[in-house]
């Protein structure tokens, strides 16, 4: 006979120490199983039953804080793979401090029930090396060279990931139209804290090859590139383990590793930045015109621009 367990908490916050903002979202799963098997995917549901949830952390003067969270219905930053229809979102007003600990409590009140979770903050500020929207900079991307990304360490243990977009104008019909392709860059771990930097490498020849195949034809159509926007995430060491442990890209699952006691999720920290706008290189402008991989898409080369 195949039956529910009882209910199981589920938590993810991560904090994040560019925002004076806090978030954290909550729910529950049950398990369904039989004869040592899972019988289908847990579901995601509500918590059903009144709770209180509050983060403590000592300040720099070593003075005690207990903040308290409560419900959040307006739009939210950013919500990832999390489903926002069956996770309850809560927020509150606190600045986070490097290199802290911070313990977060959740109590069921009917069940008096504690869900438990401990985390270390960033040691130093997420900061990247590479790319920085620096004058006259601009990004070499052509089949013989690779790019690379480089980001200074914020832990022992952490993950990082980053997302190009690649901006062009396309020309038909007297109009122009801004238009984007976006790549998805692999999930690079630092596993370690010594070094100056992290690097990550993205090839040119894939870049080329990417748009060659993803791009189509079309009679009369011009194209221009306009430039790059980078997007870059870090994820602390509680973020590391958990993707570690699914073994694929961002995604998240209530039979996750947790760091959460009597919960699944995650209490991490996480850090994010944006660099818009810059330009690609005049070597990278000839290749999209020329290259075997994209010579057919009407990319005009720089010198044609310039007329």
Request: charged share 25%; net charge negative.
């Amino acid at each position: 006979m195949y039956a529910p367990s009882k209910k199981i908490p589920v938590v993810y916050c991560f904090l994040d120490p560019d925002y004076s903002t806090q978030y954290v979202r909550v729910g529950q799963t049950f398990y369904y199983q039989g004869n040592d098997s899972v019988l289908e995917e847990p579901k995601l549901t509500w918590l059903d039953e009144d709770f209180d949830l509050y983060i403590t952390y000592n300040d720099n003067d070593g003075s005690n804080n207990q903040v308290w969270f409560t419900p959040y219905s307006g739009t939210t930053r950013d919500t990832g793979l999390f489903p926002e229809e069956e996770l309850q979102i809560l927020s509150a007003e606190m600045p986070v401090l490097l290199n802290t600990n911070y313990k977060l409590y959740l109590h069921l009140k009917e069940s008096d029930f504690i869900v438990y979770g401990e985390v270390k903050s960033f040691e130093r500020e997420f900061n990247v090396i590479d790319p920085l929207p620096v004058d006259y900079r601009s990004i070499n991307l052509y089949s013989s060279e690779d790019f690379f990304f480089r980001f200074e360490p914020v832990a022992p243990r952490a993950v990082y990931q980053a997302v190009i977009d690649f901006n062009y104008l396309e020309f038909s019909d007297d109009r122009s139209y801004s238009k984007s392709m976006v790549f998805v860059m692999d999930i690079a771990f630092g596993e370690e804290n010594d070094v100056a930097f992290v690097d990550q490498r993205f090839s040119g020849e894939k870049f080329l090859r990417e748009i060659g195949r993803r791009l189509k034809t079309e009679v009369g159509v011009v194209r221009i590139p306009v430039g790059l926007d980078f997007h870059i995430w870090a994820g602390g060491e509680e973020l590391y383990y958990l993707i570690r442990s699914a073994h694929r890209q961002f995604g998240f699952s209530a039979q996750s590793t947790s760091n959460m006691e009597n919960a699944v999720g995650v209490f991490s920290s996480l850090s994010h930045r944006d660099i818009y706008n810059i330009p690609l290189s005049v070597h990278t402008i000839d290749s999209l015109a020329y290259s075997q991989f994209t010579s057919h898409l009407g990319f005009l080369p720089y010198s044609k621009q310039r007329q």
